[in-house]
Antibody, heavy 120, light 107 residues
C-alpha cells in the first residue's frame, strides 16, 4: 500500500525559508524508475508543479522557481525534502508530494497536502 | 515550458449529461497527457494517463482521447460524485505543467 504524507510548518514569515518533508511508504526511491514530485495549489487556484527527484538522484525544478528550490532525498528514511527560500505571501498554498513511476508517467499516488501560510 | 490550456474554465451540467472538457498543449506532447479530478479539500486523483488509459478503479464512464496538441476528457453520463474540478497535465517534458482547471458544477 503506497502512502505519502507531507509535514512542515503551517505558518512561515516573509523572507524565511520553508522546509517540507514528504514521508512515504509502500515503495522505495532506490528502485529504478521511482520519482517523487512536489506540487502546490494556492487557495482557489490551479495546481503548479514545483520539483521532482528521481531514484538516480536526478533533480528537476520549475523554471520560474528554480533559484529558490532545493529537493533532496534520504532513501534510508523514505523521505524527500523540499526547501524554498525567501518565502512571500504569494507562496501561501497547499503543498503536495506525489509519486510517479518512470519518466513521462504521471503522479498516481498523492499525499493529503499541507497548507502553508506566509504571513507576518 | 509547455503551456496547457483547458476549456471551458467552468460548466454547469445535470446528472446524466454527457460532458466534454478539452485541453490544448502549446507544442506536440504525443500522448503524454494525464487527467485528474479534484474535490474540495482533497488531493487530486489520477483518472486517465497516457491520454486514454483508465487508471485502476476509475469508472468506465470516463474516457480520454487525443494526441499531439489536442485532447479531450469525456464523461459519458455525469453522476453526482463527478461534480469536481478537472485538470489536464503533460508529462512529455520533465518540467510538468497543468491546465488551469475546469470546474463542473450542478445545473
Amino acid at each position: 500500500q503506497v502512502t505519502l504524507r507531507e509535514s512542515g510548518p503551517a505558518l512561515v514569515e516573509p523572507t524565511q525559508t520553508l522546509t517540507l518533508t514528504c514521508t512515504f511508504s509502500g515503495f522505495s526511491l532506490s528502485t529504478s524508475g521511482m520519482c517523487v514530485s512536489w506540487i502546490r495549489q494556492p487557495p482557489g487556484k490551479a495546481l503548479e508543479w514545483l520539483a521532482r527527484i528521481d531514484w538516480d538522484d536526478d533533480k528537476y525544478y520549475s523554471t520560474s522557481l528554480k533559484t529558490r528550490l532545493t529537493i533532496s532525498k534520504d532513501t534510508s528514511k523514505n523521505q524527500v525534502v523540499l526547501t524554498m527560500t525567501n518565502m512571500d505571501p504569494v507562496d501561501t498554498a497547499t503543498y503536495y508530494c506525489a509519486r510517479s513511476i518512470a519518466a513521462r508517467t504521471s503522479a498516481d499516488y498523492w499525499g493529503q497536502g499541507t497548507l502553508v501560510t506566509v504571513s507576518s | 515550458d509547455i503551456q496547457m490550456t483547458q476549456s471551458p474554465s467552468s460548466l454547469s451540467a445535470s446528472v446524466g449529461d454527457r460532458v466534454t472538457i478539452t485541453c490544448r498543449a502549446s507544442q506536440s506532447i504525443s500522448t503524454y497527457l494525464n487527467w485528474f479530478q479534484q474535490k474540495p479539500g482533497k488531493a487530486p486523483r489520477l483518472l486517465i494517463y497516457a491520454a486514454s488509459s483508465l487508471q485502476s478503479g476509475v469508472p468506465s464512464r470516463f474516457r480520454g482521447s487525443g494526441s499531439g496538441t489536442d485532447f479531450t476528457l469525456t464523461i459519458s453520463s455525469l453522476q453526482p460524485e463527478d461534480f469536481a474540478t478537472y485538470y489536464c497535465q503533460q508529462s512529455y517534458s520533465t518540467l510538468w505543467t497543468f491546465g488551469q482547471g475546469t470546474k463542473v458544477e450542478i445545473k
